[in-house]
């Protein structure tokens, strides 16, 4: 079956720093990737998504690129701020919102 | 505009009791679902809806119950709670089931613990 594996976390980080959040998938065919983002006390928001090879998603300056020959979908940013901090989740769909496989999340701290 | 809502925020309940957690939607959304998070672990499918009338499970839907008898509100029913039911639950809706077309939008969540 399909599958999401996330960097462990927690990860903390300063303002202004680099970042990647690791995940790579397991799924047969060609899924679509998406990051979803979870704020303190609210529910999930989709970051960005990538519905085929080689496409880019981005978003609030957030990028993903969908890699099939490292089946990976790494979330990266140049330049994090506080307001950034969060829990993301990456995930995979074989086409149906029923089929959505999540990852376990990465929680991200950034300190001023 | 409200999106998707859901009460109550928190709850605690005992053993054996029962209880629905409520979830509505103002977008006109065909499809509806319930996940629960658990600490280390993705969103897991507990029910899902694809229209008024139509519900079918998803992949942890013991000792849980589902209807959809508008296409506005989704209410979780837990029959007879137990210490594993404690956990996160959110609801989400779409405006079809298609995740390459759509984007899902998530509730608050409910934070339920069963002692």
């Known amino acids: 079956g399909n599958s999401v594996t996330q960097m462990e976390g927690p990860v903390t980080l300063s303002e202004e720093a680099f970042l990647t959040i690791n995940c790579t998938y397991t799924?047969?065919?060609?899924?679509?990737l998406f990051w979803y983002v979870q704020y303190p006390g609210e529910g999930l928001q989709l970051l960005l998504k990538?519905?085929?090879?080689?496409d880019k998603g981005s978003n609030k300056g957030f990028e993903a690129t969908y890699r099939k020959e490292t089946t990976s979908f790494h979330l990266e940013k140049g330049s994090v701020q506080v307001s950034d901090s969060a829990v993301y989740f990456c995930?995979?769909?074989?086409?149906?919102?029923?089929?959505?496989?999540f990852g376990s999340g990465t929680q991200l701290t950034v300190l001023p | 505009n409200a999106g998707v809502t859901q009460t109550p925020k928190f709850q605690v309940l005992k053993t054996g009791q029962s209880m629905t957690l409520q979830c509505a939607q103002d977008?006109?959304?065909?499809?509806m679902s319930w996940y629960r998070q658990d600490p280390g672990m993705g969103l897991r499918l507990i029910h899902y809806?694809?229209?008024?009338?139509?519900?079918d499970q998803g992949e942890v839907p013991n000792g849980y119950n589902v209807s959809r008898s508008t296409t506005e509100d989704f209410p979780l029913r837990l029959l007879s709670a137990a210490p594993s039911q404690t956990s996160v639950y959110f609801c989400?809706?779409?405006?079809?089931?298609?995740?390459?077309?759509?984007?899902?939008?998530f509730g608050s969540g409910t934070q339920l613990s069963v002692l």
């Open positions: 799924a047969t065919g060609y899924p679509s």
């Open positions: 990538a519905t085929k090879a080689d």
């Open positions: 995930a995979l769909s074989s086409g149906s919102a029923r089929q959505l496989t």
């Open positions: 989400a809706s779409s405006r079809t089931e298609s995740s390459t077309n759509e984007k899902l939008f």
């Open positions: 809806s694809v229209g008024a009338g139509i519900t």
């Open positions: 977008m006109n959304h065909e499809y």
